[in-house]
């Protein structure tokens, strides 16, 4: 009844070619972008923040660029931990070595120094298809840890190994309340996901989908799999290493290598799958689920009054977040994005049943 | 009808509720960041019960800190960072007056913390590990490696091994087999500059994490023949190394380990193999003592005990209850100045940094022979830089030394320029905080 | 030239530790084409419940025990996931295994606790040294390892028995080979699948008694699926002795490389050699040496 089409005239190639084609979806996102940008900060708590909302719009972005890999063109990669590794410490390095640079231009340039490293590490897509392309992006994902414990010049010399991120400001303007890094954070992600979207829907997108349903007969047609494919790796990675800089600077503050272990690639790799291949309103709500759904099963004990010791809470954590697994998959194989735009079609005919 | 019985139960939780807050007002909240799952467990669990038991032993014996009781809660980091600063901003502002002090037993979780400490006001115990140059309090005042750190520990573990070696170590080989970490990397400067100043070989073996695999490692120990093999690890890599140097003949009793290389779950896997392996004590090392009789009088006879009651006196443990007990320490200096009331992070700061422990006060604890005293000062935050080393016999730890002390003279001078150098990259000005 | 042969053969051995690993992998997805990412967790599980066994019976026993907790195991996996999940794409089948890998993390860990328990079933711990005369000292050898390989031998010769000559292991490849053409001739898939689950069930508490006894049985020997990885593209997804072909490859070469190669590069370096290694094996043939060529139809 209320969301429907009927009555919305395009008058425009503008307005046809619109990402949310029905007026409802651009009020119900500018809806959402409002609320988050104006009413959580008048009642978020700094915890909300730090171990929350921050964590969430930074692992989005890493996956945005993950799915742009794994969901649109269908290379499966394990390495993402590793590219944003290389945006973490690409930022730190022009961060401190050229303090004059305009914090923004620090996390493009990063994102473009790890779009690189991405280019040559995905290479192997070439030839090497499936899970064994799977497998040996592991080879990026360890070689980039030992190279940033083992290359000095990379931490600046540091005896431990650990860096330590510059003060957050830009123009003179600090960012230093968890608001304004919030603010900052909605912001970056926010034109992010947008350059994305428009990337999935433009030609390139569409290549790297051809590539994914079906990469020989894409040949066939004129699409060119190098490009198709290493586009791909540079954009994904660029996205990752974005991300790996804000959760460098804004989030962590100081880190060391195994911040961007093997763990966090298998984290983004579940935030895609689990929010849907091929979408970027799943990477969100992907991030959501794994993010927040092991915070609130642990804190779901103490909150319903049960005492039990912290080992036997992170056990059942671990064993309830595998069994929710499983469950959504078993429901929707296509992940939470699925389900949502399932939800939106039969919102198209209520209250009617069909 | 059903109107009267709402009001009635939102009345009562009401006044549950305020009484509860009042009933709040006189507790000190004590955060306790624990690893009791995933890889490092068998290391994270001894050390979370001794700490968890201390803390029941100060509210059953005492009644608290001069009154005011404690309250803790774990929260399970696994050793990753991300959970650890989740768990620190959960945990900050919990209690009356917000966290007394975080102690987080992990190098990576440190590392964030030492960002956000001064932000928050809230100071970070960082027991015999973390950055070495926080012992400068003029840099770090919000981060205290008590007892000592991994550049002391070094320094000690090469004095003992000069000792051994008959006065010198002049033209002597020490491997350091270390886990491929900031952690593991901590000493290697000083070890560097004492291979300078001593004349030893000094040659760096790392070891990936989490160490299960370290055949190789230990072949290149067996073909370049070291005299002396130090070892910084954590977890299972302690373990693992025992046996291989088991499995390529290396004796063991050459092999030094850090303190946090030095405990029951490290040895007890390689059973027979580990016999001979000797390791750092901070202070304090295996055994039960005047404390350990009063935990299991007033906490585990009444049924509140963390662990096992047999695992009470081991390494790990004591190690948690030493942490434990110089928290409360702290807080007890800080109450001498702002009162005795629940305080808030900054004025435990002010107790953490002034706090001397002499013997006396020692022996009134209880722990007279497990640790030496304490002086906390600005310039010192480590408050005291002696170790000891145990050895392994198959079935107990046993000191084979007497307290060694590091060298400060050389020391001293690392610290503050790294100190310094953190204070340029960061912009402050290095000074002594005053209390609030 | 001594040194050097002892670094080889402690790779060489240490390579068939790891294709103990990988050979659950390879056999589960050789029948039903999932990549089972819970071949890590399904050690430890294994080891964890032949350890707790082990303090109330006998090795044998304990050891019938533990393969019975893993054909539950099995059955549990294939009742609850396996079959609501049929016919999806094979990266969903992926992610439920990782889901079940969290479920037996947690359920393993609730049921027999997160300490480090040394595993001793009597296998010997010490180094030997051989060809004394040869060689200046003797190459050493270790004697666990030694056993360990003669193990996984043992069990890749009684796998390839099974698969050739009994009548499960007919219906196995044929499930193999073709999903649909099995059933239509009447192989009832459910119970293969069970059976798959539950050999590579029992390879998973093989590897675990192995593993276990190396390093004692803690949470760290799930991470020893990580170094599998590597052996399991080497060899082929879908081949038996390419896991042990690949194990030989990569403990032979990363451990040449440690030794060797590390020192120049500041060392440390074994892991992503073998994944480097692999990688670039890889690249000349794609489905690893000894997998199957994926034929493509446009």
């Known amino acids: ?354 | 009808m059903i109107k009267r019985s709402l009001l009635l139960a939102a009345a009562a939780a009401g006044a549950m509720w305020t009484t509860g807050a009042l009933a709040q007002a006189n507790e000190q909240f004590i955060p306790a960041l624990v690893y009791r799952t995933g890889p490092y467990a068998p290391n994270g669990i001894p050390f979370a019960n001794g700490f968890a038991d201390y803390l029941n032993l100060v509210n059953n014996r005492d009644g608290g800190i001069n009154g005011v009781k404690i309250t803790f809660e774990e929260c399970e980091t696994g050793y990753a960072t991300d959970r650890g600063v989740e768990c620190y901003e959960r945990l900050k502002g919990k209690g009356p007056t917000g966290a007394a002090a975080f102690s987080p037993l992990s190098t990576g979780i440190t590392f964030a913390l030492i960002e956000k400490a001064p932000t928050d006001k809230i100071p970070i115990i960082t027991m015999g590990y973390g950055r070495s140059e926080t012992v400068d309090g003029a840099v770090f005042p919000w981060i205290f490696p008590y007892l000592g750190t991994y550049w002391d520990a070094a320094d000690i573990l090469v004095k003992y091994i000069t000792e051994k070696s008959g006065g010198s170590l002049k033209g002597k080989k020490v491997a350091l087999v270390y886990h491929d970490s900031p952690f593991g990397k901590e000493p290697i400067p000083v070890l560097q500059a004492l291979s300078k100043n001593l004349g030893f070989e000094f040659e760096a073996l790392p070891v990936t994490h989490p160490g299960v695999e370290q055949k190789a490692t230990w072949l290149k120990v067996r073909q370049s023949r070291p005299d002396y093999v130090l070892m910084w690890g954590w977890g299972v890599m302690n373990s693992t190394a025992i046996k291989e140097a088991a499995a390529v003949n290396y004796p063991r009793d050459k092999i030094f380990g850090v303190w946090w290389s030095g405990a029951e779950p490290d040895v007890r896997p390689a059973e027979g193999g580990a016999k001979g392996y000797s390791a750092a004590a901070l202070q304090h090392g295996a055994g039960t003592y005047n404390v350990h009789a009063d935990i299991v009088k007033h906490v585990y006879d009444k049924g509140q005990g963390a662990g096992k009651k047999d695992e009470v006196g081991e390494v790990l443990y004591n190690r948690g209850m030493v942490n434990a007990m110089l928290t409360v320490e702290g807080i007890r200096a800080a109450q001498g100045k702002y009162g005795k009331k629940p305080l808030t992070g900054e004025q435990v700061r002010w107790g953490l940094e002034n706090l001397a422990i002499t013997n006396d006060q020692l022996k009134q604890l209880g722990m007279e022979g497990l640790m030496r005293p304490l002086q906390v000062s600005c310039q010192d935050h480590a408050g005291a830089h002696f170790g000891r080393v145990q050895q392994w016999d198959g079935k107990n730890w046993a000191f084979v030394s007497d307290y060694i002390q590091a060298d400060q003279g050389l020391l001293g001078p690392m610290i503050k320029a790294a100190a310094q150098k953190y204070a340029e990259e960061k912009k402050i000005t290095p000074g002594c905080l005053q209390g609030p | 030239m001594g040194f050097f042969l002892e670094v080889l053969i402690g790779g060489l051995l240490a390579g068939v530790l790891y294709s103990l690993v990988a050979l659950g992998f390879v056999l589960i997805f050789k029948a039903s084409g999932v990549f089972n990412f819970a071949q890590g967790a399904m050690v430890l599980f294994a080891a964890l419940a032949l350890v707790r066994f082990l303090e109330v019976l006998p090795l044998p026993l304990a050891f019938l025990a533990a393969a019975l907790v893993m054909v539950l195991l099995a059955v549990a996996i294939e009742r609850l996931v396996l079959r609501p999940l049929v016919n999806q794409e094979p990266i969903i089948l992926f992610m439920a295994t990782i889901g079940v890998t969290f479920f037996i993390d947690g359920f393993g860990q609730t049921l027999f606790g997160s300490d480090v328990y040394p595993l001793n079933i009597g296998l010997p711990k010490d180094p030997t040294f051989i060809l004394e005369g040869t060689f200046d000292g003797g190459i050493l050898v270790n004697q666990f390892d030694v056993v360990a390989a003669i193990t996984a031998g043992v069990l890749v010769a009684g796998l390839a028995i099974f698969f050739q000559k009994t009548r499960i292991g007919r219906a196995l490849r044929a499930v193999a080979d073709d999903h649909q053409a099995a059933q239509s001739v009447g192989i009832p898939l459910n119970h293969i699948w069970i059976v798959v689950w539950t050999v590579a069930g029992i390879v998973a508490l093989v590897a675990g008694t192995i593993w276990g006894s190396a390093l004692g049985v803690q949470f760290s020997i799930a991470l020893v699926a990580l170094k599998a990885l590597p052996v399991l593209i080497l060899g082929g997804l879908t081949s038996v002795p390419g896991a042990i072909i690949g194990g030989l490859i990569i403990g032979g070469g990363e451990k040449l490389a440690e030794v060797f190669l590390g020192p120049i590069l500041g060392g440390g370096i074994e892991n992503w050699f073998a994944y480097m290694l692999a990688l670039a094996i890889l690249l000349i043939r794609p489905q690893g040496l000894f997998g199957e060529k994926i034929i493509e139809r446009v």
Not at chain 1, 47 to 62: K, M, N
Not at chain 1, 222 to 228: F, S, T
Not at chain 1, 324 to 339: D, M, S, T, Y
Request: charged share 10%; glycine share 8%; hydrophobic share 60%.
């Open chain 1, 1 to 354: 009844m209320f969301y429907r089409e009927a009555g919305q005239f395009k008058t425009s190639y503008a307005a046809d070619q619109a990402i949310f084609p029905i007026a409802q979806d651009r009020w119900f996102v500018w809806g959402v972008l409002a609320l988050a940008a104006i009413a959580v900060p008048m009642v978020a708590s700094e915890y909300l923040y730090r171990a929350i909302l921050i964590p969430f719009l930074i692992l989005s972005l890493a996956a945005i660029g993950l799915n742009i890999l794994v969901g649109y063109c269908g290379q499966i990669s394990l390495g993402s931990g590793a590219f944003m590794a290389v945006g973490a410490y690409a930022a730190y390095n022009f961060a401190i070595r050229v303090p004059e640079l305009n914090l923004l231009v620090v996390f493009l340039l990063s994102g473009g120094v790890a779009a690189l490293v991405g280019v040559l590490f995905g290479i192997p897509s070439l030839r090497i298809k499936g899970f064994y392309l799977a497998v040996a992006t592991l080879a990026a994902q360890f070689f980039i840890d030992w190279l940033f414990i083992r290359v000095k010049w990379f931490t600046n010399y540091t005896s431990s190994g650990s860096v330590n991120a510059p003060k957050i400001e830009m123009l003179g303007f600090a960012f230093d309340t968890p608001t304004k890094l919030y603010l900052l954070t909605l912001a970056i992600v926010a034109l992010g996901a947008l350059v994305a979207k428009n990337l999935t829907r433009a030609r390139i997108g569409r290549s790297w989908m051809a590539i994914r349903d079906m990469d020989i007969a894409a040949e066939i047609i004129g699409i060119r799999p190098l490009v198709a494919k290493l586009s791909a790796f540079a954009v994904s990675s660029f996205f990752c290493g974005v991300a790996g800089a804000l959760w460098a600077f804004i989030h962590l503050g100081s880190w060391e290598p195994a911040a961007f272990d093997i763990n966090r690639s298998f984290t983004l790799l579940f935030m895609v799958i689990i929010g849907g291949l091929g979408s970027i309103l799943g990477c969100f709500l992907g991030a959501a689920f794994i993010l927040i759904v092991p915070l609130a099963l642990n804190q779901l004990p103490a909150l319903m009054g049960m005492p039990i010791s912290t080992a036997l809470a992170a056990h059942l954590e671990a064993m309830i977040f595998g069994a929710l697994i499983v469950f959504f998959l078993i429901v929707e194989p296509h992940g939470l994005a699925r389900l949502w735009s399932i939800a939106k079609e039969k919102l198209r005919i209520w209250p009617f049943p069909h």
